[in-house]
């Protein structure tokens, strides 16, 4: 079964400095990936997908992420952090309609 | 589109009572999936239906877990004989699959957290 990793479980950044999330997958073929945010006590709010093409997505809230097969690697990316970033950050994969989660990193914003 | 609902937001019970939880998918969604979320990890993955079918049920946790979509709209998740350690946030999520595509996208509710006292 496939599997994901993020490495990181807490990243913090200074508001308007660039973010970078680390994603890794294991998997035979490419699956459908994904990034999610949860702020606290809520549901998970899509924020990109990948399910083919351009190996480099544009999501919501100036988000983006490049997948890079040779190294089974999804990393979300935004070049100036908000305050309102602060939030726990999901990365998923979805292989034969099997969706697996990573544990997540938790983004804290300095002001 | 008035998004993904769950009922009851928050649910107390003591070990040993059953709960029932309620799925509201996006209107013409087909497809319907549960998750369990403990603190510090991702969702992890029970069930789904595809309209009134549930296509997969074989990671739900233990025989004291079900879940039905009768008529292929709402949803309900039960777990009989709590546990302390079924303590957690239930997910549901909903998305419109094409089988031209093969793709969907899935669109998570608020959660219904659980504590079993």
């Known amino acids: 079964a496939q599997s994901v990793t993020q490495p990181d479980i807490h990243i913090t950044v200074s508001e308007g400095a660039s973010l970078e999330l680390r994603c890794n997958y294991s998997y035979g073929a490419t699956p459908y990936l994904f990034w999610y945010v949860q702020s606290p006590g809520q549901g998970l709010q899509l924020l990109l997908k990948?399910?083919?093409?351009?190996?480099l997505v544009q999501g919501i809230k100036g988000f983006e992420a490049e997948f890079k097969r040779s190294q089974s690697s999804f990393n979300l990316r935004k070049p100036s952090v908000h305050w309102s970033d602060a939030a726990e950050y999901f990365c998923a994969v979805d292989a034969n309609n099997d969706m697996r989660f990573g544990a997540g990193t938790r983004l804290t914003v300095k002001p | 589109d008035t998004g993904v609902s769950q009922n009851p937001r928050h649910k107390i019970t003591k070990r040993g009572q059953n709960v029932t939880f309620r799925c509201d998918p996006i209107?013409?969604?087909?497809?319907l999936y549960w998750y369990r979320q403990t603190l510090g990890q991702g969702p992890e993955f029970l069930t789904y239906f595809q309209n009134e079918a549930q296509l997969e049920k074989s990671r739900l946790l233990s025989d004291r877990f079900s879940a039905e979509r009768p008529k292929g709209s709402f949803s309900t998740l039960e777990i009989q004989r709590t546990e302390q350690g079924d303590s957690a946030m239930y997910l549901c999520a909903s998305s419109r699959w094409e089988r031209e595509s093969s793709t969907d996208t899935q669109y998570f509710g608020p959660g219904t957290r659980l504590t079993v006292l």
């Open positions: 209107s013409e969604h087909n497809r």
């Open positions: 990948y399910f083919s093409g351009d190996t």
